[in-house]
């Protein structure tokens, strides 16, 4: 039996800023979780938690359960 190897694949804040700014471009005024899964190709538990972590991040303000927009650069 072949071993499998696993990697945990970090993201960088690079690679995070470009994700987050295709989504941007997709999404109308609001981003929800489908948005998400749509852009980024993920199942909705990843989705979520994306949403999560960049709320966490301060990159995005929660509007409403499940529902996003970006914060403004002023």
């Known amino acids: 039996m072949a071993d499998k190897i696993y990697h945990k694949v970090s993201s960088s804040p690079m690679r995070s800023r470009e994700r987050l700014a295709a989504v941007l471009s997709h999404a109308e005024r609001l981003i929800r979780v489908e948005d998400v899964m749509s852009v980024l190709t993920m199942d909705r538990k990843s989705a979520a938690k994306t949403l999560a972590r960049w709320y966490a991040q301060g990159r995005l ?11 403004p650069l002023d």
């Open 61 to 71: 303000q929660r509007v409403g359960h499940g529902l996003y927009t970006a914060i």
